[in-house]
C-alpha cells in the first residue's frame, strides 16, 4: 500500500524560505513531486521529478522552488525560497508507481504552507 507523508510547513515572512519533505513507501516511484491548493482554487501542479532527476516545475515556481529526492530513502523535497503570500495554501506530495495495470497516482494528506507578515 502506498504511503506518502509530508513534512515541513508552517508559517514564513513573505521573502522566506521553507523546505517540504516526503517519505514515500509501498512501491517503486516512477515520479514524485508536489501539488498545491490554495483556499477556494483548484488543485494546481508545483513540480515534479523523475528516477533519473527530470525535473518539471509550474512557471510560477521556477526559479524561486527545486525539488529534489532520494532513491535509496524514497523522499523527496521541495525547497522554497522567495516566497510570496500566494504561495500559500496546502502542499500535497505526488506520487507515480507502475503495476501490470498500467500507472497509478497516489497523494499525500497535505502539508499547510502559509507565508504572511
Known amino acids: 500500500q502506498v504511503q506518502l507523508v509530508e513534512s515541513g510547513g508552517g508559517l514564513v515572512q513573505p521573502g522566506g524560505s521553507l523546505r517540504l519533505s516526503c517519505a514515500a513507501s509501498g512501491s517503486i516511484f516512477s515520479v514524485l513531486g508536489w501539488y498545491r491548493q490554495a483556499p477556494g482554487k483548484q488543485r494546481e501542479f508545483v513540480a515534479t521529478?523523475?528516477?533519473?532527476?527530470?525535473?518539471n516545475y509550474a512557471d510560477l515556481v521556477k526559479g524561486r522552488f527545486t525539488i529534489s529526492r532520494d532513491n535509496a530513502r524514497d523522499t523527496v523535497a521541495l525547497q522554497m525560497n522567495s516566497l510570496k503570500p500566494e504561495d500559500t495554501g496546502a502542499y500535497y506530495c505526488?506520487?507515480?508507481?507502475?503495476?501490470?495495470?498500467?500507472?497509478?497516482?497516489?497523494w499525500g494528506r497535505g502539508t499547510q504552507v502559509t507565508v504572511s507578515s
Open positions: 521529478i523523475t528516477r533519473d532527476d527530470r525535473t
Open positions: 505526488y506520487s507515480v508507481h507502475q503495476s501490470g495495470k498500467g500507472d497509478f497516482e497516489s
